[in-house]
């Protein structure tokens, strides 16, 4: 006799909360006075209610008739934005080679001393392949964007600028760089030409900064880089990434106010990625940096408060970003799957194509490579479809966590590294447990522009809105 | 508006746009177009 396989209705008709067909919201303790929050984590809808009123609310609510009526939306809105993706941002290593020898570094250590830099043949080639390829993926109107990474971009110079050059027209460019080759004419031809630059500076004082930024023979790199954030002042589409370890957490809020001071529009301050022995040594507890981030996040309130100009902390704001608008996020590592591979992917300066660039050191990741593979068919490859299969549902305890959605348990290779396995959880869990908790009470408090950039939700419209007397 | 809000039973509200988010941690791509 054989069984079907037909998966059978459950009679509920849904109309309660929590059991049979009815809406699953689970109340978070958010560490706030008056509210709570009430999520359902499938289709990452939150919302706040007074403590004094939860249970009048699960039992029966114009929030809850309401969200009745949204979920199926907000699902298929988490299934498109999970899913169905398609690949629009390029990572592009143009040199092996980088001139500082930093810590935390993903690449290893033989590639960045002794690696090549990709010929100029090579790298137009392939941004070629790459602009073929989008026109056939994207729609017309949709620039893909190529960040020139590393290693040290910069140390491939001409070869760089000449491509930007032949291909302005064709891709959105940007350049994330330790900034130490950044002289006048290279922020003369970048700025004029819209390129977005990216900095990285891991302190206010030289002191702190050096301590995991510096050279071959163990010389600074932030007396360069402060030359360097001088002659940005003033330019729209310039960042500053701070990566944080146990030996600057400490310095956060100082750091802040060093990046506020300087004029920087934007800044990330990120937990270091532990997918290297180098950076695992220097790896910040999880609770302590969740601390020092919080503490550092009410100084940039702060500081906006006193002079009406805003530092965002770029990670953070896309936390909250992807609580009140999830398909207007701009980072992709803090949702399940995360993108690579799926919104972006990275080449190495030999060609080889990995999911995300902190898989280039590892090579059972490598996809193919531009210049004999089918970009494709690269996309689909086993070890492409290992990243962009790894989903929260899959680990453990974030198939349980309220907040899954919102964190997305990054990094992959972070993870797997660590831990071994691609479907383990985070290094930082509690920072971002705390950054959920942080953004739902800024809301509750009507505070969470202020960590936002202007203009943020332009282009978005409201799906849902309450605010019951 | 803050009064108002912190005295309200419940608060919720979404959004929603065309996706365009495409980074990663390493570099911020949150401005269009540079100037």
Redo the contacts between chains.
């Keep these: 006799m054989s069984r079907k396989s037909t998966i059978i209705a459950a009679p509920s008709r849904g109309r309660y909360a929590n059991t049979g067909n009815g809406p699953s919201l689970q109340p978070i303790d958010i560490g706030h006075d008056?509210?709570v929050g009430?999520v359902d984590p499938d289709t990452a809808?939150?919302?706040?209610?007074?403590k004094d009123?939860l249970g009048?609310?699960i039992a029966g609510?114009?929030?809850l008739s309401q969200?009745r009526k949204k979920s199926a939306a907000?699902a298929q809105?988490m299934e498109?934005?999970r899913f169905k993706?398609k690949?629009?941002?390029v990572?592009f290593n143009p040199t092996e080679r980088c001139n500082l020898n930093c810590d935390y570094c993903y690449i290893p250590e033989e590639m960045r001393k002794n690696g090549e830099h990709m010929s100029e043949g090579d790298l137009l080639e392939a941004l070629a392949i790459l602009k073929s390829y989008f026109r056939k993926t994207l729609p017309k109107e949709s620039l893909p964007?190529i960040?020139f990474?590393g290693s040290e971009p910069m140390l491939n110079r001409e070869v760089v600028f000449s491509a930007i050059e032949r291909y302005q027209n064709d891709f959105?460019f940007?350049l994330?760089t330790n900034g130490t080759l950044l002289d006048d004419a290279a922020i003369d031809f970048l700025?004029s030409?819209?390129?977005?630059i990216?900095l990285s500076v891991d302190g206010h004082t030289a002191e702190i900064a050096n301590k995991t930024r510096h050279n071959w023979t163990g010389e600074g790199s932030f007396s360069k880089v402060l030359a360097a954030m001088e002659r940005l002042r003033g330019?729209?589409?310039y960042?500053v990434?701070c990566t944080v370890t146990n030996q600057n957490m400490q310095s956060l809020c100082q750091i802040v106010d060093f990046f506020h001071s300087c004029e920087v529009p934007?800044c990330?301050l990120?937990p270091v990625?532990c997918t290297q022995s180098g950076a695992q040594n220097i790896k910040p507890s999880d609770n302590q940096l969740a601390k020092y981030y919080l503490a550092a996040l009410d100084r940039t309130y702060e500081l906006f408060q006193k002079t009406g100009r805003r530092l965002?902390v770029?990670?953070f704001a896309n936390v909250l970003i992807g609580i009140?608008?999830?398909?207007?996020?701009?980072?992709?590592?803090d949702i399940s799957p995360?993108?690579?591979g799926r919104?972006?992917f990275a080449l190495s300066a030999k060609g080889d194509i990995f999911p995300?660039?902190e898989f280039i050191g590892l090579p059972n990741f490598k996809g193919g490579n531009i210049f004999t593979n089918d970009l494709a068919k690269t996309l689909t490859s086993e070890p492409f479809s290992k990243v962009t299969g790894r989903k929260v549902e899959n680990i453990e305890p974030c198939r349980h966590c309220a907040v899954r959605h919102f964190c997305g348990a990054?990094?992959p290779a972070e993870a797997n590294e660590i831990h071994g396995s691609l479907d383990s959880v985070g290094a930082f869990c509690e920072l971002y447990e705390e950054q959920v908790r942080y953004a739902l009470r800024q809301?509750?408090?009507?505070?969470e522009n202020a960590f936002l950039?202007d203009g943020w939700?332009l282009?978005?419209?409201?799906?849902?809105?309450?605010?019951?007397? | 508006m803050n009064k108002t809000i912190q005295k309200a039973e419940a608060i919720a509200y979404r959004k929603k746009c065309e996706v365009n988010g495409t980074g990663l941690s390493h570099y911020i791509l949150m401005q269009k177009k540079g100037k």
């Design positions: 008056t509210y009430l809808f939150w919302s706040l209610v007074r009123k009048d609310v609510s114009d929030l969200y907000f809105e498109m934005l993706l690949p629009s941002a990572y964007q960040v990474h959105r940007g994330q700025t030409r819209g390129v977005g990216g330019y729209s589409s960042n990434i934007v990330m990120n990625r965002v770029a990670n009140v608008a999830p398909t207007a996020r701009r980072l992709m590592c995360c993108g690579a919104c972006f995300c660039s990054p990094c809301i509750a408090d009507g505070k950039w939700d282009g978005t419209v409201t799906t849902f809105n309450l605010s019951t007397p």
